[in-house]
């Protein structure tokens, strides 16, 4: 069956009709703005990107550029399950895994990411049984706000250099899977 | 040969030749006077319409909370945005030069050409100012004054249709022929009502030059109201501003180029073709303003300004001519600022009208009112002589 709405327009009233009045109420309308902009520039709500920078509004921030965590030696987190790159609906994560003296065992060799081929979708953070791959460094891959960027191509390909980073003040987790393993871990380098 | 050395001779060459600039003297300083005029004029509307390109984009900007173009620079600086215009230049020369196989070639090339010349030739027409005196010569800040002037304007300033509709037509594109026929329509009808909405001005002051109707646009009404034709003709004045931005195509009238729909008549035209017939459409925004200006607020006339100096009443300033003649300048040339800027607000607060509509508009609206107005017009002058 073909359901239809009727959508009743108001007829319009004489003065509307004349449409002298209803210019001036729209200029009262842009005329506003366009004093207060160029009055008071500041209010414009433009971020100049490349220059300016601000956090990532909102949940903006749970979904920028990847890093992995790293312990409190400064060994990377990952154990090298491939979770993250078997869940990564875009196939864009590679990692060869190699083996460690400690007790940890695993750790990845080769970590790479190709941003360019990335969904931002989150799911490899949600993968990681070791808490160590998140989307927490308020970057833009590629773009200004990234600390490796230079507007090339190749900025949106992350390495082990670039993933492998401790944020600023960040206090190191014991979350997950890791726990233990950090425990025990910390524990013997004591 | 005697004869023929003396006449070489650097003497006789002197003579003859200042015997030539006494006996033309005027001619020769009607020459320059008509040359540095037109470099004068000419050249404040050139730049006033590239100025236009970039305010036009500053000012939308600013309507819509945005910042406007603020990137192009020369060694990092960017002029608020002011390196735009050239930048802009630069890009439209370096683009190729595009015919499509279906254009006929010669129309194609010509008709940028024939959508500028007319309204750049309409410029001639316009005072600018009232005169300078510089003791031993008198100019006129018109480039050529003639009675016919009016007249001549209206006949050019129609040729601009030419332009638009040989750019579609001959582009060989559907969409460009349809821009051109809905600019003949939209044009043509309104060309009528432009002229018969200005009418009744011209015969109150009952003046056929426009230099002629900025003059009689002088001292007050009731000693108060400057005697302009926005006070005596308000109506007129709604028309013809209605109409005008309807004959340059302008929005809430922009159907021709329809940028969401058909883009128009110069929708095959790239490179500096396009960009002729957009300079012309800026360089139209000003003939607009100017003669919305003239037939309107006083042309150079500065309010309660004579030739002497500020005289309201009983009240009276005298002012050196010169500071007179700037005044007179700097007034015209703000009110053609003036309505530009208001014609590109308007484009950016009034939604686009429907063909139907803007056909209705004039045939059904604004013509009959122009006409009563005009009969009206005839009626009170004929009533009080
Ligand atoms: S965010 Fe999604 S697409 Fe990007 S790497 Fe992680 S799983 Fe793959
Ligand atoms: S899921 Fe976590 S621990 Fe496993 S490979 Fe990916 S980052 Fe490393």
């Known amino acids: 069956m073909i359901r239809t709405k009727k959508i009743e327009s108001k007829p319009l009233n004489f003065f509307e009709k004349i449409y002298i009045i209803e210019v001036i109420r729209g200029f009262s309308v842009t005329l506003k703005h366009f004093f207060i902009n160029l009055f008071f520039p500041s209010k414009i709500p433009t971020i100049s990107y490349p220059e300016e920078k601000v956090l990532l509004p909102g949940n903006a921030k749970l979904k920028s550029r990847h890093r992995i965590k790293l312990r409190s030696d400064g060994t990377p987190k990952c154990v090298a399950c491939m979770m993250c790159s078997t869940i990564c609906p875009a196939d864009c994560i590679h990692i060869e895994a190699a083996e460690t003296e400690t007790p940890v065992e695993k750790y990845p060799k080769v970590f790479n990411i190709d941003i360019s081929k990335c969904v931002m979708c989150g799911l490899c953070v949600e993968a990681c049984p070791e808490d160590a791959i998140s989307m927490d460094t308020n970057e833009i891959a590629g773009g200004a706000y990234s600390r490796f960027s230079n507007f090339q191509k190749d900025g949106l390909f992350l390495t082990k250099n670039e993933l492998f980073i401790k944020l600023k003040d960040e206090k190191i987790s014991k979350l997950g899977a890791a726990n233990r393993l950090e425990n025990e871990y910390g524990e013997r380098n004591d | ?385």
């Open chain 2, 1 to 385: 040969m005697e004869e023929f050395i003396k006449i070489l001779s650097p003497e006789y060459i002197n003579l003859t030749l200042s015997n030539i600039l006494l006996n033309h003297k005027n001619d020769i300083y009607l020459i320059i006077e008509t040359v540095l005029k037109i470099a004068a004029f000419y050249g404040g509307i050139m730049s006033l319409a590239g100025l236009l390109t970039i305010g036009e984009r500053k000012i939308s900007a600013l309507m819509q909370d945005r910042i406007g173009p603020n990137r192009a620079n020369i060694f990092k600086f960017t002029l608020w945005g002011l390196f735009h215009p050239m930048a802009d230049g630069i890009k439209m020369i370096m683009k190729e030069d595009f015919i499509p196989k279906n254009a006929s070639k010669i129309l194609f090339t010509i008709a940028p050409v024939i959508s500028m010349v007319p309204v750049l030739v309409v410029f001639a027409f316009i005072p600018f100012g009232n005169y300078l005196d510089l003791g031993f010569y008198k100019i006129n800040f018109i480039i050529l004054d003639s009675d016919l002037s009016f007249f001549l304007l209206i006949a050019i300033s129609s040729l601009a249709i030419y332009g638009t509709f040989l750019g579609g037509f001959s582009s060989g594109n559907n969409w460009g022929i349809l821009g051109a026929i809905r600019a003949q329509a939209q044009m043509i009808s309104y060309e009528v009502v432009v002229v018969l909405s200005v009418l009744p001005v011209i015969m109150i002051y009952s003046a056929s030059s426009l230099s002629d109707l900025t003059l009689k646009q002088s001292g007050t009404i009731l000693g108060i109201i400057p005697n302009w034709g926005i006070f005596v003709q308000p109506v007129s004045f709604l028309i013809f501003f209605t109409a005008a931005l309807a004959e340059n195509k302008r929005t809430p009238f922009d159907v021709v180029e329809g940028e969401s729909e058909i883009i128009g008549y110069f929708i095959e035209h790239g490179s500096m073709r396009f960009a002729a017939f957009m300079f012309a459409e800026y360089v139209e925004i000003i003939l607009f303003s100017m003669l919305a200006s003239i037939f309107f607020f006083g042309g150079w006339q500065v309010p309660y300004l004579n030739d002497q100096g500020f005289n309201l009443g009983s009240f009276f300033i005298p002012i050196n001519h010169y500071l007179i003649v700037l005044m007179q300048l700097a007034s015209f040339a703000l009110k053609t600022v003036f309505f530009s800027v208001l014609v590109i607000m308007i484009r950016w607060t009034l939604p686009r009208f429907r063909f139907d509509q803007i056909m209705r508009l004039c045939w059904a609206n604004l013509l009959p009112i122009s006409v009563l107005n005009l009969l009206l017009t005839a009626l009170i002058i004929r009533g009080i002589k």
